[in-house]
């Protein structure tokens, strides 16, 4: 019988693209089955046949992670899955999913309108696709509601399949980092970013190139 080509196998409903972006955007993330399809808003059964074919396809591969339990000291040895680096043509999938996914700071600004007025808005990471970057998207708010924010982020990041490290903040903690040149705030200016909303007409103090 004729081995399949992976590449016949990925490409066949929208959780297996959510997968997929998961992975193939946060390439040294190991997580749990459980994890994962949290992540995700899978169903197990789906989570789990879809993992299957990529597992098959070895844009996947099952690894050894250590799991905290409740109550216990020692932590319990389990599988977790992460991305197969080696495989032939992670480049090219990484550059044709970014490219076909809504992955943009309009996206975030759009899934955010209904948590209040944005001041400051900025996306980096896997937004200008820098998949190992610190921080991805950095905002202030005029009425910060955390709880808000961190459920609108994660509705984004199950629609797209990307696992979004963000960083809320008021506006005087923003004005207040700049001035002291804090590291979290270098590590967004310092690399490729886009500045998506600036009612705070920040960009000289950030020395924006």
Do not use: C, W
């Amino acid at each position: 019988m004729a081995e399949k080509d992976p590449l016949a196998i990925l490409f066949g409903s929208p959780a297996r693209v959510k997968l997929l972006r998961f992975f193939l955007f946060n390439p040294s993330k190991v997580e749990s089955f459980e994890d994962i399809s949290r992540r995700a808003r899978l169903v197990r059964r789906t989570a789990r046949t879809e993992m299957s074919a990529l597992e098959r396809a070895e844009v996947i591969k099952k690894r050894t992670i250590y799991i905290e339990v409740p109550g216990k000291q020692k932590k319990l040895k389990g599988v977790g899955y992460g991305l197969n680096t080696q495989f032939p043509e992670l480049q090219a999938l990484q550059t044709f999913l970014f490219e076909t996914a809504p992955i943009t700071g309009k996206t975030v600004l759009k899934h955010l309108r209904n948590t209040g007025t944005i001041e400051f808005l900025a996306v980096a990471g896997v937004f200008v696709r820098q998949f190992e970057h610190r921080l991805d998207v950095l905002l202030t708010m005029k009425k910060l509601d955390e709880n808000k924010v961190a459920n609108a982020m994660r509705a984004l990041e199950a629609e797209l399949g990307i696992d979004i490290r963000f960083a809320a903040m008021s506006t005087d903690d923003l004005e207040y980092r700049i001035g002291m040149n804090d590291k979290l705030i270098r590590d967004v200016f310092d690399y490729d970013h886009e500045i998506v909303a600036d009612r705070l007409h920040l960009r000289d103090q950030l020395l924006i190139r």
